[in-house]
């Protein structure tokens, strides 16, 4: 069977490795009836965590401004992947 990038996120999800900013929130492996499999990706965990922070940020009434709102979801985001990886 001709291998691509797909087979690389099969083997990440069955090995169940740490957390990185770019690791699937929920992947999803997808068996064909021809004995072919392909992961489903959907948002990376870094995208999620960046999203519920932002709408922490919008929900409390931060005026931050976009660029600074955007930025401190992205960072909030990196510290929580760090602190889960301690």
Not at 23 to 47: A, C, H, W, Y
Not at 57 to 64: F, M, V, Y
Request: net charge neutral.
């Amino acid at each position: 069977m001709k291998q691509d990038h797909s087979d690389f996120f099969i083997d990440r999800v069955r090995s169940k490795s740490p957390t990185t900013a770019g690791s699937p929130l929920n992947p999803q492996i997808l068996k064909f009836g021809d004995g072919s499999e392909i992961v489903n990706m959907g948002l990376t965990k870094r995208e999620y965590f960046a999203a519920m922070a932002m709408q922490a940020l919008i929900t409390r009434g931060a005026h931050l401004g976009i660029e600074n709102a955007t930025h401190n979801s992205v960072v909030y985001a990196d510290s929580l992947i760090e602190a889960l990886n301690k």
